[in-house]
């Protein structure tokens, strides 16, 4: 299961497993946000490697209107897949309170 919505705040905030299959879903909701800075990953289970191609995409969106993209509430163990990845040096992330 995998949700995707804007938050009370106007962040985006997903919800479950970003895999393969619902990747393109993700990114068309992204892309239809004129401003989407903020992703709040608390509820985010999984991150598939095809799921990075979504924030990369959007990381590079947002930066080429003049802004940068945030990730919050990033779980320990999806920061995990982000450092591995590197994105941890070209996305700004803070880890979720535990």
């Known amino acids: 299961m995998f949700d995707i919505q804007l938050g009370a705040a106007g962040e985006v905030v997903m919800v479950g497993r970003l895999d ?3 990747c393109e879903a993700a990114l068309e909701f992204l892309n239809a946000v004129p401003d989407p800075r903020v992703i709040d990953l608390a509820r985010l289970e999984y991150v598939a490697s095809s799921g990075l191609r979504v ?3 959007t990381q590079k969106r947002v930066r080429a209107a003049g802004s ?3 990730l919050i509430n990033v779980s320990a163990s ?3 897949i982000f450092r591995y990845a590197g994105f941890d040096r070209i996305i700004e992330m803070t880890r979720a309170s535990t």
Do not use: N
Request: net charge neutral.
């Open 20 to 22: 393969a299959t619902q």
């Open 55 to 57: 924030f990369l995409l």
């Open 68 to 70: 940068g993209l945030k």
């Open 78 to 80: 999806i920061h995990d």
